[in-house]
């Protein structure tokens, strides 16, 4: 296995505060922020990265009281994860960052630990978001480039106790994936010193969304001509909207044929599936007057409890 800092040439950097650490966030691609480079992140797009590094858009405002609870719930998750896995954790919980300044890539990983064959990361997971299988691509890359700039190739990933008891996933340093990692985050940092405009385009996300209401606020009142080419570009929004109203109606004729099985039920099993649909009543408070309180029944799809 190749070393992962044959790569990069990282330096540690431990931060006093939150806000001295999101200060200098501008500067380099995150670990956390990796994956938007391959499309594959869940809530950052590839567009909005390259106007937050441009200093052209800045995100929302970090939530400190739920990032502390967040850190709260990930010590847990760690001691849990290194009790199961028999690693003793050395450090972590803090702002203690690794960084290659001159390629722009850092990392802060959630906790170290050791076991017998040495040091081993530990990435904690609180969000109510789980995956069965392989690990996805997002929290792959996001380990791979902490491994790759803090020289530890080992780590263990975990959901959070929402579902059960954690569950660690193992991984090792790609040196493959590593390599063409760092060509890609040298290409992005490219883009950004080189280029006044994007060049990426705005993708179908909530992320792209923010960016371009924040970029143009206000109409002008100038009418502009765009070239012939944006008339595809128009032909597949049509199209899209036609095939999502159609989508929903199918959607809706579905769900009515469902509730009519149901009838007065609570819940209803589908054979074969795994799954269950429910329909329960609910009542609604008084908000305001003249809005009353109100009763209705709210239908859900589930997947069945494994016993």
């Not at 890359?141 to 008891?165: D, H, K, N, Y």
């Not at 280029?195 to 923010?210: I, L, T």
Request: charged fraction near 30%; aromatic fraction near 10%; proline fraction near 6%.
């Amino acid at each position: 296995m190749s070393d992962p800092q044959d790569l990069v040439i990282a330096v540690k950097v431990s931060y006093p505060t939150e806000e001295a650490w999101l200060a200098d966030r501008i500067h380099a691609v995150w670990a956390s922020e990796a994956a938007a480079l391959y499309e594959e992140h869940d809530w950052l797009s590839l567009f909005e990265l390259w106007h937050m590094k441009q200093r052209l858009y800045d995100p929302p405002p970090v939530d400190h009281s739920r990032a502390r609870w967040g850190r709260r719930i990930e010590r847990q998750i760690a001691e849990s994860i290194s009790e199961q896995c028999e690693l003793e954790i050395v450090s972590g919980g803090g702002l203690d960052c690794w960084v290659d300044w001159e390629r722009g890539i850092g990392a802060t990983p959630d906790f170290i630990a050791r076991d017998a064959q040495g040091p081993v990361l530990i990435e904690c997971k609180t969000s109510y978001k789980h995956w069965q299988g392989a690990i996805p691509m997002m929290y792959q890359v996001q380990v791979q480039q902490q491994m790759l700039l803090t020289g530890i190739p080992r780590a263990v990933l975990s959901t959070s106790f929402f579902r059960g008891e954690p569950k660690p996933e193992w991984l090792e340093f790609n040196p493959d994936f590593a390599r063409e990692h760092v060509r890609r985050v040298e290409a992005f940092w490219g883009t950004v010193r080189d280029r006044d405009r994007c060049p990426y385009p705005p993708d179908g996300s909530d992320s792209s969304r923010a960016v371009l209401r924040t970029l143009h606020p206000d109409d002008s009142g100038e009418i502009i001509d765009l070239d012939a080419e944006w008339a595809d570009v128009l032909a597949e929004y049509e199209a899209a909207r036609e095939e999502e109203k159609a989508a929903a109606g199918r959607a809706k004729q579905a769900q009515n044929r469902l509730l009519a099985a149901i009838g007065d039920a609570s819940e209803a099993r589908i054979a074969g599936t795994g799954k269950k649909v429910t329909y329960y009543t609910e009542t609604r408070a008084a908000e305001s007057e003249p809005r009353p309180a109100c009763k209705f029944r709210r239908f859900r799809v589930k997947k069945e409890a494994t016993k």
